[in-house]
């Protein structure tokens, strides 16, 4: 059968139905709250998808100190999400002392854990309303993702810089001094060299803008591939020099020495382990050290953790906690590393004897910015994902294994105040992994 032929539709009809299009379009962005100057917006709203992909791009951009740390996300998480509270297993790698000569002698296998508490739940809440969802994405990024994201990479940089200037031992430099030569950087370099710290390509120099500007200025005149020399003209930075890559952190720890006083020396000989017992303290019940002052014992030197022989330098050791001393002087302050004679995990060559002098790093009260040099793996940053709750406007996750980050997105309404709220959070926890042989405090 031939089908007949169709007519042509009446040009009336066909104004009339572009002119529903126009006006259902219209009527579309008003009840949307979209501003339209006279002319139809061609933007599509954006979606949690999008959002939570532009989130996670920008918290990697803006990371500094923590996006050079090693970095574990977990995802038996995935499902029920995190709490604050949980935990995530990081896996220390063993050593051992060897032997010499052909009879075995047999070391355990002793894998080491630390398990790093997600204690740190994160986020910054906006009024996020229809005509933002209607900007383009660089527009809505600009505008509220960049300035949001950027605060919650800088917590999670304060966080991670923090535990890198507490928990190392060790130190260079003066503290209330800036250092102007490559000298003290180099001596870091060289901490970590007789730490056995892995000479590779993940060794970072993380410093305040003074101590930037400071450092970049006195190198001007050394010797420098032309490329170094001409990022440090163009951009005022050191870029990669003495086996580290240099990057300028607004969110570096300052360190505050305890008010010490007296003269304090160890009290009583052969003494092991992570508990140092002074005396000679004033003789006063008050605080002495702060955590992350550091000091040295007389006659106690420092093992290379490789051929276990002494550096003939003294052992750096940092105070864990706060130490009170009490009315007769006396103290019990916990330390890094412990004192350990023999095995694989061996620190020094000697026990202190009663009546060592403690000599300790800066004068009292003392402030110090800590420019942090350290190894990939001195730091541990564990994400895990937060719960998504449901019956919400709009929602995203978004988590990397391999960048070992996790971001939320979540936008709703508010009928008590006629609000579109949106929040984004994170959780995370930072522990020390390997800061007793992985990172060196710079003092400024």
């Known amino acids: 059968m031939r089908s007949q032929p169709r007519k042509a539709q ?25 501003e339209h100057s006279g002319v ?5 709203l954006l979606t949690s998808d999008l959002i939570t992909k532009e989130s996670m791009r ?8 923590a996006r050079t740390v090693n970095k574990t996300y977990d995802e038996k998480y995935f499902r029920a999400g995190a709490k604050n509270g949980d935990k995530v297993r990081v896996r220390k790698p063993p050593r051992y002392r060897g032997r010499s000569g052909s009879a075995m002698i047999v070391e355990p296998i002793k894998e080491t854990f630390i398990y790093v508490t997600m204690n740190e739940e994160f986020g910054v809440d906006l009024e996020v309303s229809n005509f933002d969802l209607a900007l383009s994405l660089d527009n809505f990024s600009e505008k509220c993702l960049k300035p949001a994201v950027a605060r919650i990479a800088n917590y999670m940089d304060e966080q991670c810089m923090k535990v890198a200037a507490l928990a190392p ?18 001596l870091a370099a060289e901490k970590l060299d007789s730490n056995s710290a892995p000479q590779d390509d993940r060794r970072y120099m993380t410093l305040t803008s003074m101590m930037q500007v400071t450092i970049v200025d006195a190198a001007k005149s050394l010797f420098n591939a032309a490329d170094e020399i001409s990022k440090q003209y ?20 300052t360190h505050t020495v305890g008010p010490l006083g007296g003269t304090p020396v160890v009290d009583g000989a052969n003494q092991t382990g992570a508990t140092l017992n002074m005396r000679a303290w004033t003789s006063a019940a008050a605080n002495r050290l702060k955590k992350g002052d550091r000091f040295t014992l007389e006659s106690t030197n420092h093992l290379n953790p ?13 105070a864990t906690a706060d130490t009170d001393s009490t009315a007769a002087g006396l103290s019990a302050t916990p330390i890094s590393p412990a004192i350990t004679l023999a095995g694989a995990e061996a620190t020094v060559n000697a026990s202190p004897a009663d009546g060592a002098v403690i000599t300790i790093v ?3 009260s003392t402030e110090t910015p800590c420019g942090i040099a350290h190894h990939r793996d001195a730091v541990a940053l564990a994400t895990a994902d937060l719960p998504m709750p449901k019956g ?12 070992g980050l996790s971001i939320r997105f979540i936008r709703d309404f508010e009928t008590r105040t006629g609000q579109w709220l949106t929040r984004l959070d994170v959780i995370f926890g930072v522990a020390d992994l390997r800061c007793e042989s992985l990172a060196v405090v710079i003092n400024s």
């Open 40 to 44: 139809l917006l061609a933007n599509t």
């Open 306 to 318: 490789s051929s276990y022989s002494s550096t003939g330098q003294l052992q750096q050791f940092v």
């Open 392 to 403: 919400v406007d709009m929602g995203g996750l978004m988590s990397d294994e391999q960048l």
């Open 169 to 186: 031992p060790y130190q260079v430099g003066t503290p209330g001094t800036t250092p102007n030569a490559l000298l003290t950087y180099g």
């Open 362 to 364: 800066g004068a009292a």
């Open 58 to 65: 920008l918290l990697v951009n803006n990371l500094v100190f």
């Open 10 to 34: 009446p040009a009336w009809l066909t104004a009339l139905s572009v002119l529903f299009s126009v006006v259902t379009t219209y009527l579309l962005y008003r009840w949307l709250g979209v």
């Open 234 to 253: 163009r951009k005022g930075k050191m870029g990669h020099a003495l086996g580290f890559e240099w990057q300028m952190d607004q969110n570096v720890y």
